[in-house]
Protein backbone atom coordinates (compact mmCIF):
# COMPACT_ATOMS: atom_id res chain seq x y z
CA UNK A 1 0.00 0.00 0.00
CA UNK A 2 2.93 2.28 0.87
CA UNK A 3 4.52 1.72 -2.38
CA UNK A 4 1.13 2.35 -4.30
CA UNK A 5 1.11 5.92 -2.30
CA UNK A 6 3.94 6.47 -3.24
CA UNK A 7 3.94 5.89 -6.99
CA UNK A 8 0.84 7.84 -7.34
CA UNK A 9 2.43 11.15 -5.52
CA UNK A 10 5.45 10.35 -7.89
CA UNK A 11 3.28 10.47 -10.94
CA UNK A 12 1.84 13.62 -9.11
CA UNK A 13 4.24 15.33 -9.24
CA UNK A 14 5.25 15.04 -13.02
CA UNK A 15 1.82 15.99 -14.07
CA UNK A 16 2.20 18.80 -11.97
CA UNK A 17 6.14 19.59 -13.74
CA UNK A 18 4.39 19.38 -16.91
CA UNK A 19 1.39 21.37 -16.47
CA UNK A 20 3.90 24.59 -15.83
CA UNK A 21 6.14 23.27 -18.48
CA UNK A 22 9.23 24.58 -17.20
CA UNK A 23 11.49 22.04 -15.11
CA UNK A 24 12.24 22.68 -11.56
CA UNK A 25 16.00 23.81 -11.98
CA UNK A 26 15.06 26.15 -14.25
CA UNK A 27 11.80 27.38 -11.97
CA UNK A 28 14.48 28.04 -9.70
CA UNK A 29 16.79 29.91 -12.03
CA UNK A 30 13.81 32.22 -12.59
CA UNK A 31 12.30 32.65 -9.28
CA UNK A 32 15.07 32.42 -6.82
CA UNK A 33 17.20 35.30 -8.03
CA UNK A 34 16.76 39.02 -7.56
CA UNK A 35 15.70 41.17 -10.73
CA UNK A 36 19.78 41.26 -12.03
CA UNK A 37 20.51 37.65 -12.52
CA UNK A 38 23.76 36.04 -12.71
CA UNK A 39 25.17 35.98 -16.23
CA UNK A 40 27.21 33.23 -17.94
CA UNK A 41 30.33 34.09 -19.25
CA UNK A 42 32.63 31.82 -21.13
CA UNK A 43 34.49 29.70 -20.57
CA UNK A 44 33.14 28.45 -17.49
CA UNK A 45 29.28 28.16 -18.69
CA UNK A 46 30.58 27.74 -22.08
CA UNK A 47 28.12 24.34 -22.10
CA UNK A 48 24.81 26.40 -21.78
CA UNK A 49 25.84 29.15 -24.14
CA UNK A 50 26.42 26.24 -26.60
CA UNK A 51 23.83 24.60 -26.25
CA UNK A 52 20.74 25.07 -28.64
CA UNK A 53 17.50 26.16 -27.25
CA UNK A 54 14.31 24.76 -26.85
CA UNK A 55 10.85 26.89 -27.50
CA UNK A 56 8.11 27.88 -25.02
CA UNK A 57 5.37 25.92 -25.32
CA UNK A 58 1.45 27.14 -24.85
CA UNK A 59 1.68 26.24 -21.09
CA UNK A 60 4.91 27.69 -20.33
CA UNK A 61 3.79 31.12 -22.38
CA UNK A 62 1.05 31.84 -19.93
CA UNK A 63 3.17 31.32 -17.00
CA UNK A 64 3.91 33.33 -14.28
CA UNK A 65 7.55 32.67 -14.50
CA UNK A 66 7.51 33.10 -18.05
CA UNK A 67 6.48 37.34 -16.91
CA UNK A 68 8.91 36.80 -14.41
CA UNK A 69 11.83 35.90 -16.58
CA UNK A 70 11.70 38.97 -18.81
CA UNK A 71 11.18 41.33 -16.00
CA UNK A 72 14.99 40.08 -14.92
CA UNK A 73 16.05 39.77 -17.88
CA UNK A 74 15.07 43.32 -19.04
CA UNK A 75 16.87 44.07 -15.62
CA UNK A 76 19.40 42.27 -16.56
CA UNK A 77 20.58 43.93 -19.42
CA UNK A 78 20.13 47.57 -18.27
CA UNK A 79 21.71 47.37 -14.99
CA UNK A 80 24.78 49.52 -15.12
CA UNK A 81 26.77 46.58 -14.85
CA UNK A 82 25.77 45.10 -18.01
CA UNK A 83 24.44 48.06 -19.74
CA UNK A 84 24.10 45.75 -22.89
CA UNK A 85 21.72 46.42 -25.74
CA UNK A 86 20.68 42.94 -25.79
CA UNK A 87 20.17 39.88 -24.30
CA UNK A 88 19.57 36.08 -24.91
CA UNK A 89 18.11 33.91 -22.18
CA UNK A 90 21.24 31.48 -22.04
CA UNK A 91 22.83 33.86 -21.12
CA UNK A 92 20.69 34.16 -17.89
CA UNK A 93 21.24 30.26 -17.17
CA UNK A 94 18.09 29.44 -19.12
CA UNK A 95 18.17 27.38 -22.14
CA UNK A 96 14.79 28.70 -24.32
CA UNK A 97 14.13 30.64 -27.42
CA UNK A 98 13.73 33.93 -24.95
CA UNK A 99 15.96 37.18 -26.18
CA UNK A 100 15.58 41.18 -25.00
CA UNK A 101 16.39 43.62 -27.85
CA UNK A 102 16.74 47.40 -27.75
CA UNK A 103 14.54 49.06 -30.15
CA UNK A 104 16.86 51.06 -31.76
CA UNK A 105 14.08 51.70 -34.56
CA UNK A 106 11.37 52.47 -32.10
CA UNK A 107 10.33 55.51 -30.32
CA UNK A 108 12.12 56.02 -27.00
CA UNK A 109 14.30 53.08 -27.97
CA UNK A 110 12.83 50.36 -25.64
CA UNK A 111 13.83 47.20 -24.40
CA UNK A 112 11.05 44.45 -26.22
CA UNK A 113 11.28 40.48 -25.39
CA UNK A 114 10.55 37.85 -28.18
CA UNK A 115 9.56 34.70 -27.20
CA UNK A 116 10.16 31.54 -29.57
CA UNK A 117 11.75 34.15 -32.04
CA UNK A 118 13.56 33.25 -35.23
CA UNK A 119 15.18 34.46 -38.29
CA UNK A 120 12.55 33.79 -41.80
CA UNK A 121 15.25 35.59 -44.38
CA UNK A 122 18.26 37.44 -44.23
CA UNK A 123 18.53 40.59 -46.83
CA UNK A 124 20.19 43.65 -47.52
CA UNK A 125 24.00 44.27 -47.97
CA UNK A 126 26.28 43.00 -45.61
CA UNK A 127 27.63 45.91 -43.41
CA UNK A 128 30.62 45.14 -40.71
CA UNK A 129 30.04 46.54 -37.36
CA UNK A 130 31.99 46.40 -33.80
CA UNK A 131 30.16 43.73 -31.20
CA UNK A 132 30.64 42.61 -27.76
CA UNK A 133 29.01 39.91 -25.69
CA UNK A 134 27.86 40.55 -21.84
CA UNK A 135 28.77 36.47 -22.04
CA UNK A 136 32.56 37.39 -23.30
CA UNK A 137 33.92 40.29 -20.84
CA UNK A 138 37.14 42.31 -22.38
CA UNK A 139 36.51 41.09 -26.42
CA UNK A 140 34.99 43.42 -29.35
CA UNK A 141 35.20 41.86 -32.94
CA UNK A 142 34.16 43.20 -35.89
CA UNK A 143 31.31 40.96 -37.56
CA UNK A 144 29.85 40.91 -40.90
CA UNK A 145 25.80 40.95 -40.88
CA UNK A 146 22.98 41.35 -43.18
CA UNK A 147 21.45 45.00 -43.13
CA UNK A 148 17.44 43.84 -43.35
CA UNK A 149 15.95 40.60 -41.70
CA UNK A 150 12.24 39.18 -41.42
CA UNK A 151 11.81 37.32 -38.13
CA UNK A 152 8.86 35.41 -36.71
CA UNK A 153 8.19 35.40 -32.71
CA UNK A 154 5.05 33.99 -30.68
CA UNK A 155 3.61 36.86 -28.94
CA UNK A 156 2.50 36.44 -25.09
CA UNK A 157 0.34 35.09 -24.14
CA UNK A 158 -1.98 35.07 -26.62
CA UNK A 159 0.59 32.44 -28.88
CA UNK A 160 -0.70 34.40 -32.01
CA UNK A 161 2.53 34.56 -35.07
CA UNK A 162 4.26 37.39 -35.19
CA UNK A 163 5.95 38.62 -38.80
CA UNK A 164 8.12 41.73 -39.18
CA UNK A 165 10.80 43.10 -41.29
CA UNK A 166 13.84 44.76 -38.92
CA UNK A 167 16.11 47.28 -40.33
CA UNK A 168 19.38 48.46 -39.59
CA UNK A 169 21.35 48.50 -35.94
CA UNK A 170 18.17 46.53 -34.55
CA UNK A 171 18.33 43.81 -37.08
CA UNK A 172 22.22 43.57 -36.14
CA UNK A 173 21.20 43.11 -32.52
CA UNK A 174 18.32 40.39 -33.72
CA UNK A 175 20.92 38.55 -35.44
CA UNK A 176 23.39 38.93 -32.47
CA UNK A 177 20.68 37.38 -29.96
CA UNK A 178 19.24 34.53 -32.45
CA UNK A 179 22.26 33.54 -32.95
CA UNK A 180 22.93 32.78 -28.60
CA UNK A 181 19.33 30.67 -28.94
CA UNK A 182 21.53 28.49 -31.17
CA UNK A 183 24.50 28.29 -29.20
CA UNK A 184 26.14 30.58 -32.27
CA UNK A 185 28.74 33.29 -30.74
CA UNK A 186 29.54 36.31 -32.23
CA UNK A 187 33.49 35.11 -32.39
CA UNK A 188 32.11 32.55 -34.37
CA UNK A 189 31.25 34.96 -37.33
CA UNK A 190 34.01 37.68 -36.68
CA UNK A 191 36.72 38.82 -39.36
CA UNK A 192 38.81 40.24 -36.45
CA UNK A 193 38.45 39.90 -32.68
CA UNK A 194 40.68 42.59 -30.80
CA UNK A 195 40.93 42.90 -26.66
CA UNK A 196 40.63 46.26 -24.80
NI1 LIG B 1 25.90 38.16 -26.81
Given at each position: MKRIVLILAAMAGVA????????????????????????????????ILRTKCTEIGPKELKSEELQTLIAKMKATVTDPSQDGVGI???????????????????????FEAYVNVKIDSLK??????REGCLSIPGLRGIVP??????????????????????????????QHECDHLDGILYTDRADSLFTY
Open positions: ACKESGWTKQEMATIMDQGMVMYVTTVPGDSTAAPQVGISRRIIVVQRFDKEGEPGEIVRGRNSIINISYTEVPSGTTIKEQIEGFTAVIF
